[in-house]
């Protein structure tokens, strides 16, 4: 963040050659810099470059208040952050404006009196473009006195007549004038709530309680809300609908690399997860979208991979600190740890209740299997199929140390298979050695090449793969 322009008031704002541009007029403008230098202006954002974004630029370049149509998890409320980017990051205002009015334009009926009364002496304050956008999850509660306002008692009882401007303590959105309101989940709101955002909306004006206040709101308005809420638990109201300019889709990653890039910017990490511990949590997490046995409508959110990923690096944690371990690394056990945890985060269809369990270990053994395919395909595992089929058994689980799972694997003499797995998955010590034999190991038993057998341990679980 730089600093605050040192102008003082409206004399030397002037003299500095500044000049007022409408909110849309800034946004439009800053987007095109961006756009023609070649930077990304929604950075932290997967998977929307050819369907998403290129709607909300337009969207934004033709003055469009907009509204996010997506499931759970979708990156909807990031992307409306993002906008704040596209701001200048420092606006002028009047001192002391409740509504944050440009030094050139006051609107208020105070701020009206005190550029009248002191000219060029009018005192200038900065605002930063982070305090141009508020943000509000809509309620059944919430009430037009939130986003509108209401008349203040206090002000009243100060003396003031009830007909007078000044009694009105402002909402949300005429407290962001010149910025972005952005709400969340808009069909939760009551439709009564909805009819008063009319007149923000097209006419740019407020009413309140018989008052018709004409300030000239400069606000872009952007919301979010679920298709699913869209048009069952609450709807957005026609009026409304209309007045957005823009209505946009989101969706899921469609592509595995921006699942995993998700994951990888979101999830806080405790230990060392491997990429293909990641992928094969983003691959689960596709499968269930995929799934007839899953609530589609419901949607699987970003946040299920995140939440995986991050009980994932836990249980790695855990182990090794129980065991003694330098390093915690994750393996393919830990990530059955996830499965136990998070199924609650997953609707399924009717007519599947007793089979979840079933349904989230069938869908983890195809990610798994796939993940085994697209790093160890080539690789010839017929030395270590031998060696278990002559009675050679090898011992993980989440509480068995890397060096203790290495120690165990069979003897392959000069065969170099086990540096073959570890080079394609990129292992070069004990833990992440350990984590890529392990998936390895894994995928013959998927591939029905060897036998496992799991059983619940005290503080774990244990595998014996033979």
Same mark, same amino acid.
């Given at each position: 963040?730089?600093?605050?322009p040192?102008?003082?008031t409206?004399?030397e704002?002037r !003299?500095?050659?500044?000049r007022?541009?409408?909110?849309?007029?800034?946004?439009r403008?800053?987007?095109l810099?961006?756009?023609?230098? *070649?930077?990304?202006?929604?950075?932290?954002?997967?998977?929307?470059?050819?369907?998403?974004? %290129?709607?909300?630029?337009?969207?934004?370049?033709? /003055?469009?208040?907009?509204?996010?149509? /997506? +499931?759970?998890?979708?990156?909807?409320?990031?992307l409306?952050?993002?906008?704040?980017?596209?701001?200048d990051?420092? @606006?002028?205002?009047?001192? /002391?404006?409740e509504?944050? +009015?440009h %030094?050139?334009d006051?609107?208020?009926?105070? @701020?009206?009196?005190?550029? #009248? $009364?002191?000219?060029?002496? &009018?005192?200038?304050?900065?605002?930063?473009?982070d305090?141009?956008? #508020?943000?509000?999850?809509?309620? %059944?509660?919430? @009430?037009?006195?939130?986003?509108?306002?209401?008349?203040? %008692?206090?002000?009243?009882?100060?003396?003031?007549? &009830?007909?007078?401007p000044?009694?009105i303590?402002?909402?949300?959105?005429?407290?962001?004038?010149?910025?972005?309101?952005?709400?969340?989940?808009?069909?939760?709101?009551? +439709?009564?709530?909805?009819?008063?955002?009319?007149?923000v909306?097209?006419?740019?004006?407020?009413?309140?309680? *018989?008052?018709?206040?004409?300030?000239? &709101?400069?606000?872009?308005?952007?919301?979010?809300a679920n298709p699913?809420?869209?048009t069952n638990?609450?709807?957005?109201?026609?009026?409304?609908?209309?007045r957005?300019?823009? =209505?946009?889709?989101?969706?899921?990653?469609?592509?595995?690399?921006?699942?995993? !890039?998700?994951?990888?910017? +979101?999830?806080?990490?405790?230990?060392?997860?491997?990429?293909?511990?990641?992928?094969?949590?983003?691959?689960f997490?596709?499968?269930?979208? =995929?799934?007839?046995?899953v609530?589609q409508?419901?949607?699987? @959110?970003?946040?299920?991979?995140?939440?995986?990923?991050?009980?994932?690096?836990? !249980?790695a944690?855990?182990?090794? $600190?129980?065991?003694g371990?330098?390093?915690?690394? !994750?393996?393919?056990?830990?990530?059955?740890? #996830?499965?136990?945890?998070?199924?609650?985060?997953?609707?399924?269809e009717?007519?599947?209740?007793?089979? =979840?369990?079933?349904v989230l270990?069938? &869908?983890?053994?195809?990610? $798994?299997?796939?993940?085994?395919?697209?790093?160890?395909?080539?690789?010839?595992?017929?030395?270590?199929?031998?060696?278990?089929?002559d /009675?050679?058994?090898?011992t $993980?689980?989440?509480?068995?140390?890397?060096r203790?799972?290495?120690?165990?694997l069979?003897v392959?003499?000069e065969?170099?298979?086990?540096?073959?797995?570890?080079?394609?998955?990129?292992?070069?010590d004990? *833990?992440?050695? #350990?984590?890529a034999?392990?998936?390895?190991? =894994?995928?013959?038993?998927l591939?029905r090449?060897?036998?496992k057998?799991?059983?619940?341990?005290?503080?774990?679980n244990?595998?014996?793969?033979?």
């Amino acid at each position: 963040m730089t600093d605050a322009p040192t102008v003082s008031t409206v004399g030397e704002l002037r !003299a500095s050659g500044h000049r007022q541009k409408s909110l849309r007029e800034e946004l439009r403008d800053n987007l095109l810099v961006r756009l023609a230098a *070649g930077d990304d202006p929604w950075p932290g954002l997967h998977g929307f470059d050819d369907t998403v974004i %290129p709607q909300v630029e337009r969207a934004l370049i033709a /003055g469009h208040d907009i509204v996010l149509l /997506g +499931e759970r998890g979708q990156g909807k409320t990031r992307l409306l952050r993002s906008l704040v980017g596209l701001l200048d990051e420092w @606006s002028p205002v009047i001192s /002391g404006s409740e509504i944050g +009015e440009h %030094p050139y334009d006051p609107v208020s009926v105070q @701020s009206k009196q005190a550029a #009248a $009364t002191y000219g060029d002496d &009018l005192r200038v304050s900065w605002r930063h473009r982070d305090e141009r956008y #508020a943000e509000k999850l809509a309620t %059944p509660d919430t @009430s037009v006195a939130d986003l509108i306002g209401d008349v203040d %008692p206090m002000k009243v009882a100060e003396g003031r007549s &009830l007909g007078d401007p000044e009694t009105i303590h402002f909402g949300l959105i005429p407290r962001s004038h010149r910025g972005i309101v952005a709400i969340n989940e808009l069909p939760d709101l009551a +439709e009564r709530i909805q009819v008063a955002m009319l007149n923000v909306m097209e006419e740019r004006d407020i009413q309140i309680r *018989g008052y018709v206040l004409r300030l000239p &709101l400069d606000v872009l308005v952007v919301a979010s809300a679920n298709p699913e809420d869209y048009t069952n638990r609450g709807r957005i109201i026609t009026p409304l609908k209309d007045r957005f300019g823009a =209505e946009i889709r989101t969706h899921y990653p469609t592509e595995l690399a921006d699942e995993v !890039a998700v994951i990888r910017q +979101e999830a806080d990490l405790v230990a060392d997860v491997p990429d293909h511990v990641v992928e094969t949590l983003a691959r689960f997490t596709r499968n269930l979208r =995929e799934s007839s046995s899953v609530d589609q409508r419901s949607g699987v @959110s970003a946040r299920f991979a995140i939440a995986g990923a991050e009980t994932i690096a836990a !249980a790695a944690l855990h182990r090794a $600190t129980r065991q003694g371990e330098e390093r915690a690394v !994750a393996r393919t056990v830990d990530v059955e740890t #996830a499965v136990d945890v998070l199924g609650g985060k997953i609707e399924f269809e009717t007519g599947e209740e007793g089979r =979840e369990r079933e349904v989230l270990t069938h &869908l983890l053994r195809t990610a $798994t299997a796939a993940t085994v395919r697209h790093h160890l395909r080539g690789i010839d595992m017929a030395l270590l199929v031998e060696a278990m089929e002559d /009675g050679r058994m090898v011992t $993980t689980g989440s509480q068995v140390a890397a060096r203790d799972f290495l120690a165990g694997l069979p003897v392959l003499g000069e065969s170099e298979l086990y540096d073959q797995v570890c080079d394609a998955l990129g292992a070069t010590d004990d *833990g992440t050695r #350990a984590a890529a034999i392990e998936l390895a190991l =894994e995928g013959l038993y998927l591939a029905r090449k060897i036998g496992k057998d799991s059983q619940v341990v005290p503080g774990g679980n244990e595998t014996v793969y033979g």
